[in-house]
């Protein structure tokens, strides 16, 4: 049997162990390292794993992972948030629909200090859900622009996810990180469309709230200046070349921290964001961990390097191809999470997208382009069913709105997200335009 084959083998073996809900990164340490051994014999796999630890885990940019989890986890705890919601829902809270405007809005901020959207998800659901039920949203609407309004939480830059292919692909983070933001914009705006469309089509879905006066409003965007201040010195020192990004996640964290004590927050509470960070950080690295040697066995079966060939000669046109990956993307979003998906399919697509010519562009914006494209895509997963993370942490505070109508509540969101995907793969300039221009 080829070494191809082998690999393809132990492919629908790893599907096998996720179907069995076998943890993501267990199921992939596993398969590499039985494929590795089935091909290289037992010893080269033991001195392989021998460094392949230290050679993860040693680099230095990896570091902006728990940093960007532990700057989210302050300001969920150090009520950051509110403030946030609290000055869109002054600024556009009386239009029709306009409070679950303002909890997109506010997702999207929170997401600018986050770089999670389940943890985007959940803090702002706490925040928005009882005003949308407050003033009688319709709980297919209220529940749908939560969940859709979390994805934006790795959409705005700063993302982990983002920051975690930017180190499989050898690419720069605060170009990656700038390519995000337009793209990041215009996810808002569509959703807050969606939203605009669903109350006159549904009209008493999304009643009108209370207009603010100029006081109110002013008193409340005066709370955000100092969240905003820590978002412009971090991506604006990051962007302007002042640190690298590891350096802007560690004074962005250390800015949040000093907000949330002043904020409130207390030894317990801190502690705790700790806690959290330390948690979902093993958990990451432990995926990183599995995917590392499942590429490595990949790589010595030589099968991404086989199907690029195959997908160059096979005459289809560089779209098709593209559109292909695309749709196997939201498939594979019903059944993982984005991180894993990123993990496991980054090895498999970069190289077959790096072999093709989209729009003449040349290596470095290719890899830019087709990471937001990627990062768009996985995030689709999130609301999806049927696991959907993001819905199911809504309906978990909303118990009273059955799953079914969550989910039913997406689907406007999803149609946005498919438009979305299709205008930046037909236009790459929209995520190519800020970073040629700070170049």
């Known amino acids: 049997m080829s070494s191809v084959a082998i690999a393809g083998l132990f492919l629908a073996g790893l599907l096998v162990l996720m179907a069995l809900r076998l943890p993501i990164g267990i199921a992939m340490f596993l398969t590499g390292a039985a494929g590795y051994a089935t ?3 037992w010893d080269p796999l033991l001195s392989h794993l021998k460094s392949q630890a230290y050679g ?5 940019d990896l570091s902006v992972v728990p940093m960007f989890l532990l700057m989210g986890n302050l300001a969920t705890r150090g009520g950051l948030s509110a403030a946030l919601f609290s000055a869109a829902n002054s600024l556009i809270g009386h239009f029709r629909g ?8 506010a997702c999207a901020a929170f997401g600018a200090i986050c770089g999670s959207s389940l943890a985007t998800a959940a803090t702002m659901g706490q925040i928005a859900l009882p005003e949308l039920r407050k003033f009688n ?4 609407l209220a529940t749908g622009a939560l969940a859709a309004g979390g994805t934006l939480g790795i959409l705005i830059p700063p993302s982990v996810v983002l920051a975690i292919y930017a180190i499989l692909t050898e690419q720069n983070i605060a170009k990656l990180f700038t390519a995000a933001f337009i793209p990041g914009i215009i996810a808002m705006l569509g959703y807050m469309v969606v939203i605009a469309i669903y109350v006159r089509v549904a009209p008493g879905s999304g009643p009108a709230g209370p207009r603010h ?3 109110e409003r002013s008193r409340a965007l005066l709370a955000t200046l100092p969240i905003l201040l820590v978002f412009a010195i971090m991506l604006g020192g990051m962007y302007g070349g002042v640190f690298s990004a590891t350096e802007g996640a560690a004074i962005g964290t250390a800015a949040v921290a000093v907000l949330a004590l002043v904020k409130g927050l207390r030894l317990q509470g801190f502690l705790q964001c700790i806690y959290a960070t330390a948690t979902a950080t093993g958990m990451i690295f432990l995926i990183l961990l599995g995917a590392d040697l499942l590429n490595a066995f990949l790589a010595l079966s030589q099968l991404p390097v086989q199907l690029a060939d195959m997908v160059q000669q096979s005459g289809l046109p560089p779209m ?15 059944i993982m999470d984005s991180l894993s998906m990123i993990l496991l399919t980054i090895p498999i697509f970069f190289p077959i997208v790096m072999g093709l010519d989209f729009y003449g562009l040349e290596a470095t914006e290719k890899a830019i382009w087709f990471g937001i494209l990627a990062l768009m895509v996985v995030e689709i997963g999130l609301i999806t069913p049927p696991v959907g993370m993001n819905v199911y942490i809504i309906s ?4 009273d709105v059955p799953m079914s109508t969550a989910f039913r509540g997406v689907i406007p969101f999803l149609a946005s997200d498919l438009l979305r995907v299709l205008l930046l793969a037909s236009f790459p300039i929209l995520s190519l335009w800020l970073v040629r221009l700070m170049q």
Do not use: E, H, Q
Not at 56 to 60: A, E, G, T, V
């Open 39 to 41: 091909l290289a014999g």
């Open 56 to 60: 993860r885990y040693s680099n230095y």
């Open 98 to 105: 306009g409070i679950a405007m303002a909890a997109v809005g």
């Open 137 to 140: 949203y319709a709980p297919a």
């Open 213 to 215: 006066d100029w006081t």
């Open 320 to 334: 098709a191809i593209l559109a292909a990956i695309i749709l196997l993307y939201v498939f594979l979003g019903c």
């Open 396 to 399: 978990s505070m909303a118990k």
